[in-house]
């Protein structure tokens, strides 16, 4: 099994001093950004304001991740959304679309479930921990953005064809994310960890613009990981 790039001890607590030093800094100045969001949380649909949803974290160890709610409560369905999703608010479309709804993992950083860049972490059900590439991904800790979420920030949009979103998503979407995590992970540096936070803000605020095969190009990702997966019949 081929693993992951070694991490040096000094990096690693680089690493970590970033981590609690950016969330905390981002929570402090996105503060008036976080009480309107749970306002509008609160006029549109009532409680709860967080969202709590386990999810599976560095060496398989599970965790609740937060989020601000987007969805109706008592909904029951598919763990992936797709366009017209009749569970999403009208104030959750909204926090989707701009990428709001995952501001509150930063305290998930803070209590050291997840750093600012890694793998996006999944549900249960999405890990194949028999799978070498998943055994990879999760040697490292998952993060808020990585390179995977920012190529499929149009997540919803691309499985809006799909006949069968859960089908699409574990056979097409989940295996190009798993390469680009890892992808990301052999050429990690300081610098392109600052250029991925960077570009993961300013396409969420504002997303005009976005060209996903450009931003591939930029972080020297494969054709094949650049391409829009086709329909699943």
Not at 100 to 114: A, F, H, K, W
Not at 162 to 176: F, K, M, N, Q, T
Request: some cysteine.
């Amino acid at each position: 099994m081929k693993r992951m790039k070694s991490v040096h001890p000094t990096q690693r607590l680089l690493t970590r001093l970033l981590d609690n030093s950016g969330a905390l800094a981002a929570l402090i100045l996105l503060s008036p950004l976080f009480a309107i969001a749970a306002l509008l949380i609160l006029i549109g649909d009532g409680r709860p304001i967080l969202f709590r949803q386990t999810r599976i974290g560095k060496k398989g160890k599970p965790f609740l991740i937060l989020k601000f709610r987007t969805m109706r409560t008592g909904c029951g369905g598919l763990a992936i959304t797709a366009p017209g999703d009749r569970r999403v608010t009208r104030v959750g479309a909204w926090l989707r679309g701009l990428k709001i709804d995952e501001l509150p993992q930063l305290i998930n950083v803070l209590r050291g479930d997840m750093s600012l860049i890694g793998p996006r972490p999944e549900v249960p059900d999405y890990v194949e921990f028999t799978d070498d590439r998943w055994r990879r991904a999760l040697e490292v800790r998952p993060g808020i953005t990585d390179l995977a979420s920012l190529a499929f920030r149009n997540e919803e949009a691309i499985l809006g064809p799909a006949a069968d979103p859960d089908a699409y998503y574990r056979s097409v979407i989940l295996p190009e994310k798993l390469r680009l995590n890892l992808q990301y992970q052999q050429s990690r540096s300081l610098p392109r960890d600052l250029k991925l936070l960077w570009m993961t803000a300013r396409y969420s605020f504002f997303p005009q613009g976005f060209d996903r095969d450009r931003i591939m190009r930029s972080f020297g990702a494969s054709a094949l990981a650049a391409k829009r997966p086709g329909r699943l019949d």
